[in-house]
């Protein structure tokens, strides 16, 4: 299967503190992408990052690639409670193949 | 703001009714896509097309048939809905085979 696996499956801090999930996934990639679904509504994409990049920064999210472990991280700084989602990967081209995603829970 | 819109946000319907979901992007985006999702089971993909008049199954089109007359509109049709088809679909649309999608809010069917 291509589809990714984030890690772990459930995510619980408080607010203030740094949130990390994992990516990994099967294939070769040409991009890795990351979204956010809030729950009960569809998902936003957050950031992609390019097969041939090692970092990649947008506001509080920061995402590292390393193709010769085939795995990714998200890392959101100072969590808030709006950050409280599920957090997924996605690889493919043309079409998108999707993990089961993680559960941030942020506490005030 | 650009966006991708799915006709309703909740829908209930009767074992054996054929259903439509439609969905209507505003972005000119070549590539649309039906998920459905269901907890545990992550999205898996029902249908997709890359133009006008052009379909191609994803994982799981059984019992599923779609329909995209327009670049705008791509229409999901469950021929003969079934309580199996009780989920969340989502419909999302990209502007090429490195983008990435944008998702409508999603459908929440319950068939009963």
């Known amino acids: 299967s291509q589809q990714g696996e984030e890690d772990p499956q459930a995510l619980s801090i408080q607010e203030g503190e740094n949130a990390t999930m994992n990516c990994s996934y099967k294939t070769s990639i040409n991009n890795l992408q990351w979204y956010r679904q809030n729950s009960g509504r569809g998902l936003v994409h957050l950031i992609l990052i390019r097969s041939n990049e090692r970092e990649k920064h947008s506001g509080r999210l920061r995402v590292t690639l390393d193709t010769s472990k085939k795995s990714s991280s998200l890392l959101i700084t100072a969590s808030r409670a709006a950050d409280t989602a599920s957090y997924f990967c996605a690889t493919g081209l043309g079409r998108l193949y999707f993990g089961r995603g993680t559960q941030l829970t942020v506490w005030p | 703001d650009v966006k991708v819109t799915q006709s309703s946000r909740y829908l209930v319907k009767r074992t054996g009714e054929k259903v439509f979901l439609e969905c209507v992007q505003d972005m000119d985006h070549e590539n649309m896509f039906w998920y459905r999702q269901d907890p545990g089971l992550g999205l898996r993909l029902i249908y997709f097309?890359?133009?006008?008049?052009?379909?191609e199954k994803g994982d799981i089109p059984e019992g599923y048939s779609v329909s995209r007359e327009k670049k705008e509109r791509f229409s999901l049709i469950l021929e003969s809905a079934s309580t199996n088809q009780t989920s969340m679909y989502l419909c999302a649309s990209s502007p090429g085979p490195s983008g990435g999608y944008t998702f409508g809010s999603g459908t929440r069917l319950t068939v009963v």
């Open positions: 097309s890359y133009d006008v008049k052009m379909k």
